[in-house]
């Protein structure tokens, strides 16, 4: 039997995933939920952007293709849901002593919206403010792989899952280590269970270790 992690030892954290499309992020942030709950931590699994806010409405439309926008409006529209989502999801999450997973953060809008022609520092600028996550996963996916395995799910493709875009926000993603703190790349090529591994052994030495 997993050994439990009682609450009171340990201040609820932030975890946020991020990738390509395809890079596996969803699957991951499932993985560790469960891992997490097994443990006796009470865990709110949530993603960007939401489909709960007006914003986050507007958005499902524009990433299917059912209506455009500019770039620049694309991403203030995903600011909006990011306060939406803290105010309402994260942030009551972490005052009730539960801790958070979140498939996508503010980290998607700084490469995709990069990637669009967008300056990164002014990307910095409309999400500024907003609470910073304990650790940051990044699956580092060949963005080729990325496309079969979307591909693979036989559903319509949205606006930024195509090749020439996957490369240029992947180019953008390798820079941000470098550049913001608490990241931790994980080759995510590799199979699930040994991703999660690698996963599991970051947030055990991180936050479980005694």
């Not at 203030?76 to 999450?93: M, Y």
């Not at 799910?153 to 020439?164: A, D, N, V, W, Y």
């Given at each position: ?11 609820p ?13 969803s ?23 939401t ?9 499902e ?49 700084f ?55 996957l ?44």
């Open positions: 039997m997993a050994k439990k992690v009682f609450l009171r030892e340990i201040t954290k932030f975890i946020v995933f991020e990738g390509l499309d395809g890079s596996g992020q699957t991951q942030a499932d993985f560790l939920k469960k891992f997490l709950l097994k443990k006796g931590i009470k865990v709110v699994l949530t993603k960007e952007p489909r709960n806010s007006k914003a986050g409405k507007k958005i439309k524009i990433l299917g293709e059912e209506i455009r926008a500019e770039p620049k409006e694309l991403q203030k529209l995903f600011a909006e849901d990011r306060k939406w989502h803290l105010e309402n999801v994260i942030k009551p999450a972490l005052k009730a002593n539960k801790w958070v997973i979140s498939d996508r953060y503010f980290f998607s809008s490469a995709y919206g990069a990637a669009e022609g967008l300056n990164l520092n002014w990307l910095i600028k409309i999400n500024k403010g907003f609470l910073y996550p304990d650790l940051v996963f990044l699956l580092n996916v060949d963005p080729r792989i990325c496309l079969k395995r979307i591909e693979k799910r036989g559903i319509k493709k949205t606006l930024f899952e195509k090749k020439e875009k490369e240029k926000i992947f180019k953008i993603y390798k820079t941000f280590p470098n550049r913001f703190r608490n990241f931790v790349v994980i080759n995510g090529e590799k199979t699930k269970r040994e991703v999660f591994r690698d996963v599991k052994e970051v947030v055990h030495f991180k936050f479980l270790k005694k």
